[in-house]
């Protein structure tokens, strides 16, 4: 038994015509209150790159561990750019932009979107699995705050267009525990986590049929990435899907 929902699909059309009677019985989502986040193995937990590089470190120490780097790379922003900028971003924004350029952080990349989510799950294969996830939240759930430990947040930095792209928000995570499936679990002990968070399962055979709907969505790599990147993603894709 676990402390979020799990949804199975097995197929594409079933989910779109199912999932928002399924999670908030309506014909539609509430304007952003949930936001989604998609992994092409349904087996990857919800762990940020910080816990999944340092999590075997007691957790005084992961604490002492993130604050250096993001001094560290505060104090380097500034001398390589020279913009005072950087010098009054708070906590949470040092670290978008730093996960942004590769910093682990405890930052976990959700979006508005459930179809940018669905794109992610499916536009970049995990060959070791079946079944890709999309997770989904309820931002204005009780669980969802700094006196138990999971935050959401919605800081936004000039340097990460990114974020604007992908309808981006993050989950901050400062319990001991490093995945939010663990932290689901003991906030369950006390609390009620009822609807806080859904775990849905699609089968990798429909990757061809949801990434030609989202392309009709104008939803690809070119338009979530942009730049040269966004160009080189959506060639490799391109070519895939012919």
């Known amino acids: 038994m676990t402390s979020y929902k799990v949804l199975q699909y097995d197929r594409w059309s079933e989910l779109k015509k199912d999932i928002t009677r399924d999670i908030c019985g309506s014909d539609s989502f509430p304007y952003n209150r949930y936001a989604f986040r998609g992994h092409s193995n349904a087996d990857w937990k919800l762990m940020a790159t910080f816990d999944r590089k340092y999590g075997g470190l007691p957790f005084d120490e992961r604490q002492k561990l993130e604050n250096l ?13 020279g913009k005072e900028k950087f010098q ?10 730093g996960q942004h350029y590769g910093l682990p952080t405890r930052l976990l990349d959700w979006s508005f979107s459930l179809y940018i989510a669905a794109f992610f799950a499916f536009a970049y294969m995990d060959d070791t699995s079946k079944y890709v996830a999309i997770w989904i939240l309820d931002k204005e759930h009780e669980v969802w705050n700094a006196g138990y430990g999971v935050t959401i947040e919605t800081a936004k930095v000039e340097e990460n267009d990114r974020q604007r792209y992908q ?14 499936e663990d932290y689901m679990e003991t906030c369950a002990k006390e609390h009620s986590v009822d609807g806080a968070l859904y775990k849905i399962i699609l089968p990798i055979q429909e990757q061809k049929i949801v990434l030609s709907d989202l392309e009709m969505m104008g939803i690809n790599a070119f338009n979530l990435f942009r730049g040269m990147e966004g160009c080189a993603k959506a060639a490799v894709l391109r070519e895939f899907m012919k």
């Open 69 to 81: 780097l993001i001094e560290d790379f505060k104090e380097l922003c500034i001398t390589w750019d």
């Open 88 to 97: 009054n971003y708070s906590q949470i924004q040092l670290r978008t932009v």
């Open 167 to 180: 309808y981006g928000i993050f989950t901050l995570n400062k319990s001991p525990l490093k995945t939010i």
